[in-house]
């Protein structure tokens, strides 16, 4: 189990990091927020981790932990310290739900997907005040869900500047422990950043509208939260991110070159033609030289139907 002391960086000026989800191989889509987030760490003289985020163990895919780490060396994206697995950080997600729940932030909830689709996608409380723990002492199993009343609906992007969530979407009461016993992506991302000590979280616009909810969990650990930016997002038709639900090519069918340079020219850095055939560590040297995020177009999303 990694501690809470052998994660923190407290002597970074600055702390980056990639965290994909070992769904699959690395597809054009995560190697933008890769470059993006090793840049911008790095033009900050700071470190940049990379975490497995396999908290969804149904949906990982085995191997995929070394493939994504085989990608990202090929491209020149080498990570510092030691990489951490979401599966092994159980006990301390465990801890921090023990907290919420002793809080009352945290309610026992029975709704399935269908109903809450019936009720028009976003949850509307209706377990918030059935108390269903101590009635049914947990004889069915309950997802745990967070009162979100206390979200805040903007937040200042560091690429993007201001942003406005729907407060609908922002203060929905979402889920922290899940029905099948697994702890939330939104939780175990939160606790992860905080003990690992990350400052900055640059990642894909997806995730956007999720900010101020990661947020209001920083604030309610008492933590400073990090600096949150999100990099335009890979799509092979408006609306459809790169992702192996949408069947995104692995990274390995293209060479290193290619790709490094096609997301350095999304992320608004044109080589020059003498480093377009280039090894990718090269061009990504240049880059740090050479980019400047304030040159990321302002797009959501970017068509590269390519690599779909
Ligand atoms: N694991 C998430 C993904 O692969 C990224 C989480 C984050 O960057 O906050 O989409």
């Known amino acids: 189990m990694t501690t809470l002391s052998t994660l923190s960086t407290p002597t970074a000026v600055a702390v980056g990091r990639f965290a994909p989800s070992p769904s699959g191989p690395l597809h054009f889509g995560s190697l933008l927020a890769a470059v993006g987030s090793y840049l911008y760490s790095k033009q900050h003289a700071g470190k940049w981790l990379l975490r497995i985020e396999d908290i969804d163990t149904p949906r990982v895919s085995p191997g995929a932990d070394s493939s994504i780490m085989h990608t990202l060396e090929q491209h020149g994206l080498l990570w510092d310290g030691e990489v951490i697995y979401q599966s092994q950080r159980t006990a301390r997600y465990q801890e921090v739900f023990n907290r919420f729940q002793q809080q009352g932030l945290l309610y026992g ?46 937040f200042t992007d560091c690429l993007l500047g201001p942003q406005q969530i729907a407060p609908a979407l922002a203060r929905e009461d979402y889920i922290l422990l899940r029905r099948d016993g697994l702890f939330s992506y939104q939780l175990a991302v939160v606790v992860d950043d905080l003990d690992q000590g990350v400052t900055e979280v640059i990642r894909g616009a997806d995730l956007l509208s999720m900010t101020p909810r990661q947020q209001h969990l920083f604030q309610l650990l008492g933590a400073a939260e990090p600096v949150y930016g999100h990099l335009p997002l890979a799509v092979t038709a408006p609306g459809f991110k790169l ?66």
């Open 109 to 154: 909830c029975q709704c399935s997907r269908k109903q809450i689709n019936a009720a028009g996608g976003l949850y509307p409380g209706t377990c918030s005040t059935l108390n269903l723990y101590s009635k049914t002492r947990a004889a069915a199993p309950l997802s745990w869900r967070l009162r979100a009343a206390g979200v805040a609906c903007h």
């Open 243 to 308: 992702s192996k639900q949408n069947h995104a090519t692995a990274l390995s069918n293209w060479p290193a070159c290619y790709t490094m340079a096609r997301a350095l020219a999304i992320l608004g850095l044109v080589l020059p033609a003498e480093l377009q055939q280039a090894p990718a560590a090269e061009q990504l040297t240049y880059a740090l030289a050479n980019w400047c995020p304030a040159d990321i177009p302002a797009a959501r999303e970017v068509l590269t139907s390519d690599f779909g």
